[in-house]
């Protein structure tokens, strides 16, 4: 699903299926087995997909739910690179895990103008240097995943903010915890300039990789495409016999 939608806007609606159990597994007696696929993005699976399929196409449901996405932008001395849009989050780290990721964040809450010089600047809400293991950003879909393991919240399917969260993050002296995670509104954007020499820029989790080096800038807010999916709380309607 995540593969599918990256390369689609609101146009064309996505319905996933989750082939795991295969129709031959139907009954399964350990169902807290983790090799399993849980498929939260998924509406049918491959025991109900020949019900759940003619539904959909003959629009028998629900419309497909209108869903946030992640737009990120990398700057880089000679180049500007936009990235796949994330319908889950987003990893933004060194890519050995035993290494240090050191960046310094902004939160900005987008573009003013000045009356007196007639031009666009950046308002900036607050910014902090990082030493940590990386940063998760994260739309509403994603929050159940990686950020809800990691110690954040679960928000609203609905919602058009973004959730971020530093990982294990080490503080400079006068800094608060607090500013380490928190809500990106749409009228904000997070902007992260890299200080390590070498990062990474993961886009729904190993699906896309972008390398970063010392000095790349990169620039996240929820103004990305949207994507139409169905999901099993649109699927799985109260008129489905």
Not at 20 to 42: F, M
Not at 109 to 137: D, P, T
Not at 177 to 185: A, L, N, S, T
Request: hydrophobic content about 35%; charged content about 25%.
């Amino acid at each position: 699903v995540l593969n599918a939608a990256s390369f689609l806007d609101d146009n064309i609606p996505v319905c996933g299926v989750n082939s795991d159990p295969s129709k031959k597994e139907r009954v399964i007696d350990n169902k807290q087995d983790e090799r399993r696929s849980t498929g939260q993005l998924c509406a049918a699976t491959s025991a109900n997909v020949d019900q759940i399929l003619p539904h959909v196409l003959k629009g028998d449901y629900y419309s497909p739910a209108l869903r946030t996405r992640i737009q990120t932008i990398v700057r880089s001395t000679m180049k500007t690179t936009r990235l796949p849009p994330a319908l889950n989050d987003v990893l933004i780290a060194h890519p050995s895990p035993a290494a240090v990721s050191r960046f310094r964040l902004h939160l900005n809450k987008g573009k003013v103008v000045s009356s007196q010089e007639c031009n666009e600047r950046v308002e900036e809400e607050f910014s902090l240097n990082a030493w940590s293991s990386g940063i998760w950003i994260c739309t509403s879909m994603g929050s159940t995943a990686a950020m809800a393991a990691a110690g954040g919240f679960v928000m609203h399917r609905d919602s058009c903010n973004l959730q971020y969260m530093i990982r294990e993050h080490l503080l400079e002296q006068g800094q608060h915890r607090e500013k380490g995670h928190g809500i990106v509104e749409p009228h904000k954007m997070i902007n992260i300039r890299w200080n390590s020499q070498y990062g990474c820029v993961y886009v729904d989790g190993s699906h896309m990789k972008h390398d970063l080096e010392l000095g790349d800038e990169v620039k996240m807010d929820c103004h990305a495409p949207k994507v139409r999916i169905f999901d099993s709380v649109d699927v799985f309607s109260p008129h489905y016999s």
